[in-house]
């Protein structure tokens, strides 16, 4: 079991990458749904932009080959034939008709995710805290071993002094 012990954390941080970057990484869930949305959101875009143009379409076939619709555009301008009078009444420019609206400008955002380095630095600092408190047990173990075996050890006995390089220095003949 003690060396299995000091696997399991390198499993948990494996474990813990592979989670992050399922849920929360650049290709994850978080950021596919995010990508999903804005699909969605383009995709109306383009339908309203298909839904226009055939509007435009239908509006230019018709002043191109009908009379009468260049002339109620013409009116709408403010232009007349010949034998038309306008009276004009001050305030009301804003009743014209606008001209249809060709669109609107739609910028996709770009998706909020963990970055891949920062999804590993997160698995090595919790496989590298696992490790640590996995083996202080150990290490407190090893320490009272350790100090139960000095204490059991007989004292050596007193050493005479006489130290075959020490002894030359000491004396000052070198």
């Known amino acids: 079991m003690g060396s299995v012990k000091y696997l399991i954390p390198i499993w948990i941080g494996i474990f813990v990458y592979t989670l992050f970057s399922i849920v929360r990484g650049p290709v994850g869930i ?61 305030g009301l420019e804003g009743t014209r008709k606008s001209p249809g609206e060709a669109g609107g400008l739609i910028t996709a955002v770009k998706p909020r995710y963990v970055s891949d380095i920062t999804i590993k630095i997160i698995a090595f600092a919790i496989g590298a805290g696992l490790f640590v ?30 130290s075959p390089r020490g002894s030359k220095r000491r004396s000052g003949l070198m």
């Open 30 to 90: 978080s950021a596919y749904n995010q990508l999903s949305r804005e699909y969605d959101k383009l995709s109306e875009n383009m339908e309203s932009l298909k839904r226009i143009n055939k509007e435009l379409e239908t509006t230019k076939d018709a002043l191109m080959y009908d009379k009468e619709t260049i002339a109620i555009y013409a009116r709408d301008l403010g232009y007349s034939t010949g034998n038309e009078r306008f009276i004009r009444i001050v």
């Open 133 to 162: 408190c996995m083996g202080i047990p150990d290490f407190l173990e090893n320490r009272q071993n350790r100090r139960k075996n000095t204490k059991k050890r007989k004292p050596a006995p007193p050493s005479s002094g006489y």
